[in-house]
Nanobody, 119 residues
Framework: QVQLVESGGGLVQAGGSLRLSCAAS????????MGWYRQAPGKQRELVAD???????TYADSVKGRFTISMDNAKNTVYLQMNDLKPEDTAVYYCNVHSGLRDKLYEYWGQGTQVTVSS
């Protein structure tokens, strides 16, 4: 059984910062990618950023230059440093993990953490 434990969400004023963390534990084999998605009310879930075990990163255009994703491979933990937050960043943020090898690939989701940015 695999668990993703998220932390770091909350309420912040526009221009402020938050740091999200997600730790994966349990019977998880070979993490390939860890990332963050978000879903605002009435909108589809979207990729915010992800990072491969090799350190390659992908960012949504809307967060480039403001958010930084990093991963501690030894701790199976991914971080999302969010700076210069804007009201449009308000959403539930979900941790996402892809793991496995060849034909045994798995995907896991965290329970979500609320980020609210006030204007």
């Amino acid at each position: 059984q695999v668990q993703l434990v998220e932390s770091g969400g909350g309420l912040v004023q526009a221009g402020g910062s938050l740091r999200l963390s997600c730790a994966a534990s349990g019977s998880i084999f070979r993490i390939n990618t860890m990332g963050w998605y978000r879903q605002a009310p009435g909108k589809q879930r979207e990729l915010v950023a992800d990072i491969t075990r090799a350190g390659d990163t992908t960012y949504a255009d809307s967060v480039k230059g403001r958010f930084t994703i990093s991963m501690d491979n030894a701790k199976n933990t991914v971080y999302l440093q969010m700076n210069d937050l804007k009201p449009e960043d308000t959403a539930v943020y979900y941790c996402n993990v892809h793991s496995g090898l060849r034909d045994k690939l798995y995907e896991y989701w965290g329970q979500g953490t609320q980020v609210t940015v006030s204007s």
